[in-house]
Each structure stands twice: as structure tokens, then as C-alpha cells.
């Protein structure tokens, strides 16, 4: 496998410079402040036909000179059809995002973060939470936590050595409550962002999270997320009768009350698509996966070239929101690279051809999925 193609299997910023994707230089500089205000209201005019999601990212990000940061959950080179010949450079990423059922989140008039829509719809809230614990400490920690730097990685640098190499407060102790996983990343150049927002960057697409030391404000970990209880929000705009209606076939459960601002209690994500609702006047109605034979249907590829068996169970796993178990004699098996392309398969399918070289089994439940013998 070539080092080109591992970099096209990870998340990364997108970049593009000179029409190669080589990172972003000195002469071509983010746009930041009133110039990114204005960049992402700018229109654009965009046609993509059977091209590779980040590549289509690549293009928007260099026109309008806006970080883009491409989860790593998200398949990049997932082919896309996608025209738009109006719209803002905004309006036009969301209903990029939308077609993909992805969500875009736009982070600190900084950078655009796009991943899973679900994920994405908790970021907004678990960084608005903690913006707010952070926003309760004492004047110099605080500092510390605000402070910008850019964040340069090496080409092929793994996340453990990017969080080491992260720089930081020497008093500002961070602990690993979970250990950070094995991938590599493209060598990035990302704009000056505050040191929450790189651990973000680092860390969220592996599903870890910043976690604050309320007894020693000089204490962090990063510990493993889980998924957002309930709670209720206030949202400045009321909504009309046909949005009402909207919501309340989509999400019967969720408890709305309108007044002269709208009072919604539900998980983050119908807050999500609310906010998104309000924003733009429609609201997305749920997404609805193919599904054979009672199972969710996938494209899965490795690309043109191999891949780890180990680095293909991750992807399954975190796409379904399980854990990932084996016996760890089974580590150097699991390092076998193969080479898979699949139209239209469920995970069971998609699961036997990426054992069946290697003589393994599984056991797939809502909670684990365990690879046997």
C-alpha cells in the first residue's frame, strides 16, 4: 500500500494548493475574521460528477479559502454527484452535507467541522458546555485554554505523537483515560485555533472528549464520549405550523412548547436539526438507509489499494457505534491487508469477506462487535 493511498483512507483538513493536494502555504493564507465572514457568504457555483468527497471539499475549501475539516469517520473517497449554481458557500456545504446525511458545523468563525450528523449535532453542545465550564475558571487558566496556535502536524504523524507534540501550558497536565488509537495523519497546516479547539480536532473522531478536573483546574483527561441525556433549550425563533407539524411526525416523543420563543426539550440532535430548521426554513426530514434483508446497506471500498483488516473493523465498529473486541493474540493476523470493493452489502456481508482471508469469525451485537475463531 502506498503512502498516497493510506493518506486517502484518514480525516483530514482539506487542503488544496496549486491544484495538488500538497497543504496549504505561506501564499495562500485562511481567510479569518471579517474575510471569513464574508468568504462564507460569497456565492459559489459547483458540479461534481462521480468525484471523491474530499477532492470536492478540496475545491470549495482552496475557492474560498475556509478550513474544512473532514471527520474521520466519514469515508473521503466516497464518490459524489452534487450541482449548485447558487447558493453561499455555506448554504451550498450544508446541502452537500445533507445529500451524504452528514452535518456541517461551523466552529468559532474559525474552520467548518464535517462529519456524522449525529456526531456533529453534539459537538455544537458538548463545546458550548464547556466553553461555559471554561468560561467559570480563574482568569489565568482560562488563558490557557483560549490561547491560539496553529497546529502543524507531519506527513504520516500518529495521533498519540500529534497529542505529545501538542503544545500547551507546562503546568496544564492532560491524562489519557483512554488510550489514543493508532491511525496516521496527512501532514496539515491548520489556522490559529484555541488549544480546546486542536484537542477537538485531534480527538473527537476517535469519540474522546475533553474532560475538566472541577477539584485542580490545572487537570484534564480525555475520556471516551457518550451519547448526550435529553435537556431543554430555549430557540430564539418560533415555529410556524408546518415546521410544527414537520417535527412532530418526525419526533413524536419530543416535548414543544411555543411561546414567543420556542421551548423544545430532546436529545442534541433534534436541537440540531431545529437550529438548522430555523436557520434555513425547512428541516430535514429522517434519514432512511437502504436496507436487505432487515440490515442497513453499504458501499464499502478500500480504494485502489489494500488495506488493514484491523483498520477496516474499526470503521464497522465506530459506524455503528459498538465496541470493537478481540483476543490479542489476534493482533498480527489482523495486520493481513487485503483489498476490498463492495456495492449494496450489509455489515454481516461486508464482515465475512473481511475475515474470510484470514479463517476469522464474528459475533455482531448492540453493544460489541467481537471477532472470533
Known sequence: ??????????????????????????????????????????????SWNHAPLRAALDNLSHRQRIPIFLDRRVDPSQPIDFDSNHGTFEQT?????????????????????????????????????????????????????????TLRLDYLEEP?????????????????????????????DLPALTLIDRMIVLSYGFGLWIKLN????????????????????????RINEEQLQILREQYPSVAIAQGEKTRVTAPAFVHYEI????????????????RKDGQVVVDFSTGDQDAAIGSILTKIAEANRVELKFEPEMRQILETRIKLKLRRVTYDELLKETLAPVGLNFEFTDSELRITR
Open 1 to 46: 500500500m502506498s503512502l498516497k493511498q493510506a493518506i486517502s483512507t484518514l480525516a483530514s483538513f482539506c487542503i488544496l494548493a496549486n491544484s495538488t493536494a500538497t497543504g496549504w502555504t505561506q501564499t495562500n493564507k485562511w481567510a479569518s475574521g471579517r474575510d471569513f465572514s464574508n468568504a462564507r457568504q460569497q456565492s459559489v457555483v459547483v
Open 93 to 149: 456545504l450544508l446541502q452537500l452535507a445533507d445529500s451524504l446525511d452528514l452535518g456541517v458545523e461551523r466552529v468559532a468563525e474559525s474552520y467548518y467541522y464535517v462529519g456524522p450528523r449525529q456526531a456533529v449535532a453534539e459537538l455544537r453542545y458538548r463545546r458550548k458546555e464547556l466553553m461555559e465550564e471554561i468560561d467559570r475558571l480563574p482568569r489565568e487558566h482560562k488563558r490557557d485554554w483560549l490561547a491560539k496556535q
Open 160 to 188: 498519540a505523537d500529534a497529542y505529545a507534540n501538542l503544545e500547551r501550558p507546562r503546568h496544564l497536565n492532560i491524562s489519557f483515560g483512554e488510550k489514543i488509537p493508532y491511525d496516521l495523519w496527512p501532514e496539515i
Open 214 to 237: 472541577n477539584n485542580d483546574t490545572t487537570q484534564a483527561a480525555l475520556v471516551k464520549t457518550k451519547p448526550l441525556a435529553e435537556f431543554e433549550q430555549d430557540h430564539a425563533k
Open 275 to 290: 437550529e438548522r430548521m430555523l436557520d434555513n426554513g425547512t428541516v430535514k426530514r429522517s434519514y432512511r438507509p437502504e
